[in-house]
Nanobody
Framework: QVHLEESGGGLVQAGGSLRLSCAAS????????MGWFRQAPGRARDFVAS??????????YYADSVKGRFTISRDNAENTVYLQMNSLKAEDTAVYYC?????????????????WGQGTQVTVSS
């Protein structure tokens, strides 16, 4: 069975950094686009970043709210996708979810993703 497991969340002060990891199993990782989404209480699940299966160093996509602060990357040999989060703001507080898209386009639409992790909490204090 497919399993995605996020890790690396926690409590940080505004301006600090966190690195989230998502370890995947049960799928041919290199053929999937991978995405990060986040959901705050009472809010919809929003797109954060994604990386194409045809990754060449430029096939990455970001929400406007995180551009210049967050970086998505993947290590296909380790079946892991990362989200480096710098200059964190209180508005970044949410549960962060990892998702896998077998189409491989790195779309920002949650409905396009086939598998999801259970999420990891990120809390930024101001």
């Amino acid at each position: 069975q497919v399993h995605l497991e996020e890790s690396g969340g926690g409590l940080v002060q505004a301006g600090g950094s966190l690195r989230l990891s998502c370890a995947a199993s049960g799928l041919t990782f290199s053929t999937y686009a991978m995405g990060w989404f986040r959901q705050a209480p009472g809010r919809a699940r929003d797109f954060v970043a994604s990386i194409d299966w045809n990754w060449s160093g430029s096939s990455t996509y970001y929400a406007d709210s995180v551009k210049g602060r967050f970086t998505i990357s993947r290590d296909n040999a380790e079946n892991t996708v990362y989200l480096q989060m710098n200059s964190l703001k209180a508005e970044d507080t949410a549960v962060y979810y990892c998702a896998a898209d077998r189409v491989g386009t790195g779309t920002s639409s949650p409905g396009a993703y086939d598998y999801w992790g259970q999420g990891t909490q990120v809390t930024v204090s101001s």
